[in-house]
Nanobody, 115 residues
């Protein structure tokens, strides 16, 4: 059974930090690009960051310089370190695994940033 378990969300004040984690199982993790998406109330889901199999990383302009994505293939885990959080970062964050035509989604974890 494919599972993507996101964790680490919470309530934090503006300027604070959180570290999200996505634990994967049930598929060949090493082959997959892993991404983080978020969806704020009333808004469409948007891509936040992605790390591909060779370790290359991509970030949305809105989070560049503040967020850092990393992966540990041995532990089948991807982390998203979020620093200097802003109220606009408030959303449900989802992790996603993507390889060719295979796309998997985890359940979300809520991040709330208070001003």
């Amino acid at each position: 059974e494919v599972q993507l378990q996101a964790s680490g969300g919470g309530l934090v004040q503006a300027g604070g930090s959180l570290r999200l984690s996505c634990a994967a199982s049930g598929f060949s993790f090493d082959d997959y690009a892993i991404g983080w998406f978020r969806q704020a109330p009333g808004k469409e889901r948007e891509g936040v960051s992605c790390i591909i199999t060779d370790g290359s990383t991509y970030y949305a302009d809105s989070v560049k310089g503040r967020f850092t994505i990393s992966r540990d293939n041995a532990k089948k885990r991807v982390s998203l370190q979020m620093n200097s959080l802003k109220p606009d970062d408030t959303a449900v964050y989802y992790c996603n695994a993507n390889w060719r035509l295979n796309v998997y989604w985890g359940q979300g974890t809520q991040v709330t940033v208070s001003s």
